[in-house]
């Protein structure tokens, strides 16, 4: 008996030997299935949990100070481009624009007047060029009578000295020419005075076109200030610069207020994106239009997709406050992180969910 039990014990320990090989052998492979997948997959999903939520947050600050009179937005509040958010008390504001437009209106009437002394100077000139032509034409005319007379003073003297003419006939032809001498000369007199009267006139035209040019550059000067004063009112209403939602708000109404004071901000929730910060040694295969899926802690059942948009030009620490300086002789390796920014999907968050800071785990598809 004790020999048929020994004979029936060596095939089941046999059976059992086979077995255990078998899976052993069945466990190494599906470990090494298993391992192989495992490396494969984590070659082709780029995974960090160094990322987060990130996005243009608008600071919304005064360009000018003054009492805060109406508030039109409350916290977390949805706001389109363009929405009236603040309003600053404008009376002062108001004030200073129409005491400019009160002094460019003065230097415009001044400027009329200017502009009306140097159209009666120019008129005067004109008239100056008149007399001037008609001086000209005079004294042509009167050396033509001189000489005239000064050939019949001429031919008189011969003629008296001839005895053929009386004395009387020659003394009133010398006398003739004689007078229209002193003509000639009050002719050449009076063409002068008007030349220089002219040149006094052109004075008088350019010191008025100076004057005119000058108040041009006041008025300018004038229209300037109310533009800036006309700016500073319009600075009193203050408008969201883009869509997005209220945040941070420390503005109250009757609160006093000074230029460049933030007031609230304004988060695009329309326009986020992801920045992971990638170890370098994992960034051999990444490469910009690759596509990109991530989990967000607050919504762990839920998977958002993306795609890389761009790889930063240097690494975090290399735009820290404080860069390291690896020359310095105490130079310790440390992998170092780049940031990579992955934009989201158009239709993967339809309802703005998402928040900017929120922590993420993304994963890049390399393949």
């Known amino acids: 008996m004790a020999e048929e039990t020994k004979q029936e014990a060596k095939p089941n320990k046999n059976k059992r030997k086979k077995l255990?090989?078998?899976?052993?052998?069945?466990?190494?492979?599906?470990?090494?299935?298993?391992?192989?997948?495992?490396?494969?997959?984590?070659?082709?999903?780029?995974?960090?949990?160094?990322?987060?939520?990130?996005?243009?947050?608008?600071?919304?600050?005064?360009?000018?100070?003054?009492?805060?009179?109406?508030?039109?937005?409350?916290?977390?509040?949805?706001?389109?481009?363009?929405?009236?958010?603040?309003?600053?008390?404008?009376?002062?504001?108001?004030?200073?624009?129409n005491e400019a437009l009160s002094s460019v209106d003065v230097e415009k009437a001044k400027l009329a007047d200017i502009e009306a002394q140097v159209s009666v100077a120019k008129d005067r000139v004109s008239e100056i060029n008149a007399r001037i032509s008609a001086a000209k034409a005079n004294l042509e005319l009167e050396k033509a009578n001189l000489d005239q007379a000064e050939r019949d003073s001429k031919r008189a003297e011969n003629l008296y000295k001839s005895a053929t003419i009386p004395r009387e006939r020659y003394e009133k032809t010398m006398t003739a020419y004689s007078v229209i001498l002193a003509r000639v000369k009050a002719a050449k007199e009076q063409l002068e005075q008007a030349e220089k009267a002219l040149e006094t006139q052109k004075s008088v035209v350019k010191q008025a076109e100076v004057l005119k040019s000058s108040q041009h550059s006041r008025i300018k000067?004038?229209?300037?200030?109310?533009?800036?004063?006309?700016?500073?009112?319009?600075?009193?209403?203050?408008?969201?610069?883009?869509?997005?939602?209220?945040?941070?708000?420390?503005?109250?109404?009757?609160?006093?207020?000074?230029?460049?004071?933030?007031?609230?901000?304004?988060?695009?929730?329309?326009?986020?994106?992801?920045?992971?910060?990638?170890?370098?040694?994992?960034l051999e295969k990444v490469k910009p239009g690759q596509k990109a899926i991530f989990k967000v802690d607050t919504y762990s059942g839920t998977e958002f997709k993306g795609k890389v948009d761009s790889i930063m030009a240097g690494t975090g620490a290399a735009f820290s406050l404080f860069p390291p300086e690896n020359a310095t002789g105490n130079y310790v390796k440390v992998v170092q992180r780049i940031p990579v920014k992955i934009l989201l999907d158009s239709d993967t968050d339809p309802k703005h969910v998402l928040r900017i800071g929120m922590s993420v785990v993304p994963t890049i598809l390399v393949e």
């Open 20 to 97: 255990g090989a078998v899976i052993l052998v069945t466990l190494i492979i599906l470990g090494g299935l298993t391992l192989f997948f495992y490396l494969r997959y984590k070659a082709t999903h780029i995974t960090t949990d160094d990322a987060f939520i990130d996005g243009h947050i608008h600071t919304i600050a005064s360009k000018v100070k003054g009492t805060i009179k109406h508030i039109y937005v409350t916290d977390n509040q949805s706001v389109k481009k363009g929405d009236l958010l603040i309003e600053i008390d404008p009376a002062d504001y108001e004030v200073k624009v």
């Open 221 to 282: 000067e004038k229209e300037a200030k109310l533009d800036t004063a006309r700016l500073d009112y319009g600075y009193t209403r203050i408008y969201a610069p883009a869509d997005g939602y209220v945040t941070k708000r420390s503005a109250e109404i009757g609160n006093q207020v000074q230029a460049d004071q933030p007031l609230l901000a304004v988060v695009s929730l329309g326009d986020i994106w992801v920045t992971a910060n990638y170890k370098e040694t994992q």
